[in-house]
């Protein structure tokens, strides 16, 4: 049986905060943003034994971090190695 993962007040509150954001954007982003912080969850509970703490906490604290991996990619450039470096970056907003 996996471990209950307990979310501080404070986490709660980014999490929620980050998915009213993500709703402002597009309605499907809160849903698709709700459902990766899930995944994550799932995964650190999934593999907690074998992830590292953050840097500067104590692994007997029981804390340690998991990256969410987005679902989808943004292409800005396909970009040919002779071109001139990051002439992409306007396309970023």
């Not at 009213?20 to 698709?32: D, K, M, Q």
């Not at 970009?79 to 970056?89: D, L």
Request: zero cysteines; charged letters at 40%.
């Amino acid at each position: 049986m996996a471990k209950p993962v307990r979310r501080a007040r404070e986490a709660r509150e980014e999490v929620l905060e980050a998915a009213r954001r993500y709703e402002e954007e597009r309605p499907e982003l809160r849903v698709e943003f709700l459902v990766a912080v899930d995944e994550a969850l799932e995964r650190l509970v999934r593999l907690a034994p074998h992830l590292g703490a953050p840097p500067g906490i104590d692994p007997a604290h029981g804390v340690r971090r998991v990256f969410m991996v987005p679902t989808r990619f943004r292409v800005l450039a396909f970009a040919h190695a002779n071109r001139k470096p990051f002439y992409w970056r306007d396309r970023e907003k």
